[in-house]
């Protein structure tokens, strides 16, 4: 069964406490994303990576910070830095295409983190 | 700035009818869009992409338009049903390539519909 996968799908956790996201996919994609949604807003750019060891802060990385070890495995932590960590978070990927252009992103099922 | 601006916030209808959301965007050079559907609770899947010499593309009963001219798409719903009952969003490219390799995209915030029996 290929795709991408989030775990876990609820997560709830107290304040000032660091929780770690995971995201796996099995695509063979050279890109992952991983991206926050809040109600009212559109999706919005947390971080992203093109390759294994490198990756680049989107537009709201602050109180983030992933990794990239392996191609197939894309993990947020959310740090206590997080101001208003509380939203679902969706990890993608896609391919890389001629001159850098974004593939179509395949998005997993999200996980729903509770911060209290 | 980039932006994309869909509408309705929010529909309901009754099943078996039709119905169309609109999208407009800002971003340019354009390359290309996508509409996307999003069950609560879950992540976006592909309905459509159009790039730029497009004007439309069917999937099934969903039917996307564009019209780059007025930067403009639509997403018509054919003879709806009750699993249609989601969120529709549309995410536009641009053209450019940022430093470090990001094709930054935009999201619009989606049309929540509401399919009733």
């Known amino acids: 069964d290929g795709g991408i996968t989030q775990s876990p799908k609820y997560l709830f956790r107290k304040e000032g406490q660091n929780v770690t996201l995971s995201c796996e996919q099995n695509?063979?994609?050279?890109?992952m994303y991983w991206y926050r949604q809040d109600p009212g807003q559109g999706l919005r750019l947390i971080y992203y990576?093109?390759?294994?060891?490198?990756?680049q802060k989107g537009d709201i990385a602050e109180g983030y910070s992933v990794s990239r070890e392996k191609k197939e495995s894309f993990p947020l932590t959310v740090t206590s830095a997080q101001k208003n960590p509380t939203a679902f978070y969706l990890c993608?990927?896609?391919?890389?295409?001629?001159?850098?252009?974004?593939?179509?992103?395949?998005f997993g099922p999200g996980t729903r983190l509770t911060v209290t | 700035k980039n932006q994309v601006e869909q509408s309705p916030q929010s529909l309901i209808i009754l099943e078996g009818k039709n119905c169309t959301l609109q999208?407009?965007?800002?971003?340019?050079?354009?390359?290309?869009l996508r509409w996307y559907k999003q069950d609560t609770g879950r992540g976006p899947v592909s309905l459509t992409i159009?790039?730029?010499?497009?004007n439309t593309k069917s999937n099934g009963r969903y039917t996307a338009t564009l019209d780059a001219d007025t930067k403009q798409s639509s997403l018509h719903i054919t003879a709806s049903q009750l699993s249609d009952s989601a969120s529709y969003i549309c995410?536009?490219?641009?053209?450019?390539?940022?430093?470090?390799?990001?094709?930054?995209?935009?999201f619009g915030i989606g049309t929540k519909l509401q399919v009733i029996p």
């Open positions: 990576s093109q390759i294994v060891n490198d990756f």
């Open positions: 995410v536009v490219s641009p053209k450019e390539i940022y430093s470090g390799g990001y094709q930054k995209v935009t």
């Open positions: 999208c407009n965007y800002t971003v340019s050079p354009f390359s290309n």
């Open positions: 695509l063979n994609h050279d890109a």
């Open positions: 159009m790039t730029f010499s497009e």
């Open positions: 993608a990927s896609s391919i890389v295409g001629l001159a850098g252009t974004m593939g179509e992103q395949y």
